[in-house]
């Protein structure tokens, strides 16, 4: 199915450079992996809904909950600047 000069072609395109026995080499161990595909394609899967993962996987977290820090000023006196109660920060947008 696949031939010593065309894993050359890809390995060239890859900028790989192989020996002429590593060329051999993954010539039979692609050829390996290609009849393996083939036989997949052999099977009927008209019925089986797509799917992304094999298994579902579900995301868990916590539910968020506000929680007010209790010394609020040794958070702002450690900031570089402070402008009121706020942190000062550099303008990054411009006016326009």
Not at 6 to 20: D, F, G, S, Y
Not at 47 to 75: F, G, M
Request: hydrophobic content about 35%.
């Amino acid at each position: 199915m696949i031939d010593q000069q065309q894993v050359h072609k890809v390995a060239n395109l890859a900028r790989l450079e192989l020996t002429p026995e590593e060329e051999e080499q993954f010539t039979t161990q692609l050829g390996s992996i290609l009849d393996y595909i083939q036989q997949l394609d052999e099977l009927d899967v008209s019925n089986v809904p797509p799917t992304t993962r094999a298994i579902d996987v579900s995301n868990i977290t916590r539910e968020d909950k506000l929680q007010p820090y209790p010394d609020r000023e040794s958070i702002l006196n450690s900031a570089p600047e402070q402008e009121g109660e706020f942190f000062k920060v550099p303008k990054i947008l411009n006016a326009e």
